[in-house]
């Protein structure tokens, strides 16, 4: 029979942990994708690509239980649909790269590793929970997600 370590007489280890997101507010980031490919969107069958990056910006915040973390190394991966409707936002992460298109179209090796602003903000989201009796509650939580990129003209 497999045994597991864990102190079940240890109250602390009994508490749900509670996450505290970065503040809200402008960081700078750099594109750590390895590559970035044109995907098909599980979804919508949209073509996508999938850029995931990580804030350079080395700010102190809560964290979890309040703990001190920084926003170093925070990862942000943003889906950028290949759509008219959804072009603005592509079109913003463009300029905030410095990457220009050349006869309306961008490779997108140009997004490799280039830095970046962008404003983030704590956005809410309900998750659905079981607590210990079994009872399924609505859970409000926090999290950091980029809400425009930003750049100087």
Do not use: H
């Not at 990457?99 to 997004?111: L, N, P, Q, R």
């Amino acid at each position: 029979m497999p045994l597991v370590n864990i102190d079940t007489a240890n109250a602390e280890l009994l508490k749900k942990p509670v996450y505290t997101p970065a503040p809200a507010g402008i960081y700078q980031f750099a594109v750590s994708s390895p590559s970035i490919k044109i995907e098909k969107s599980k979804n919508s069958g949209n073509n996508m690509i999938k850029v995931e990056s990580r804030c350079i910006d080395d700010i102190p915040y809560g964290g979890t239980n309040g703990e001190i973390k920084t926003t170093k190394g925070l990862k942000f991966t943003e889906y950028f649909v290949l759509n008219d409707g959804s072009a603005w936002k592509l079109a913003q992460f463009c300029k905030a790269c410095g990457v220009e298109s050349a006869e309306g179209k961008i490779d997108t090796d140009d997004f490799l590793g280039q830095e970046f602003s962008a404003k983030v903000k704590i956005a809410t989201y309900t998750k659905e929970e079981v607590d210990p009796d079994g009872i399924p509650t609505s859970i409000t939580k926090f999290k950091n997600e980029i809400e425009e990129y930003v750049w100087e003209d």
